[in-house]
């Protein structure tokens, strides 16, 4: 009878002293899984826009950190401010390729950062297919990606 009695004693008088503990501390902080991952790249794919004009393309600001080309795929590391919506992330070009051997072809990464007011610097891995700007039979074309300094050559 004893034993019993001096368990659910233990038993109060740490629940009471763990009581006690939580009022002192500070409150948890909870991070949903994408702040956890924002300073991770995390991967989208996406097709190639075309647009008349690419001067009336005003979007939010983005930071190309890299880009390359990966057989049909243009894979552009990039960073940016925001993590509280998801921001959209289109590629276009005016379908004017410059007359040269190869060809080129400007293009503009547009950002859509959904009106997100969140400070938080979130790193991203864009991939685009690039079949769909494939031009003549010369198998190489040269892009101007804006804000990136270097021209890709993607070869077909």
């Not at 939580?22 to 794919?45: G, H, I, M, W």
């Not at 960073?79 to 390729?97: K, V």
Request: negative net charge; charged residues 20%; hydrophobic residues 35%.
């Amino acid at each position: 009878m004893r034993i019993p009695v001096i368990l659910i004693s233990i038993a109060l008088l740490t629940a009471c002293a763990s009581k006690k503990n939580v009022a002192n501390k500070e409150p948890e902080v909870s991070y949903t899984p994408e702040q956890l991952l924002s300073s991770r790249p995390t991967v989208e794919n996406f097709g190639v826009s075309k647009t008349e004009d690419l001067a009336t393309l005003k979007g939010d600001p983005v930071t190309i950190n890299s880009a390359g080309i990966k057989g049909d795929e243009l894979v552009l590391e990039v960073s940016f401010r925001g993590l509280c919506t998801n921001h959209g992330f289109n590629l276009y070009h005016t379908g004017s390729y410059a007359e040269s051997m190869p060809p080129q072809l400007g293009m503009v990464l547009y950002h859509n950062a959904q009106s997100d007011e969140c400070e938080t610097i979130t790193n991203k891995q864009l991939k685009y297919d690039l079949t769909s700007i494939r031009y003549g039979s010369s198998g190489k074309l040269i892009i101007n990606l804006s804000g990136y300094e270097r021209q890709l050559v993607y070869e077909y």
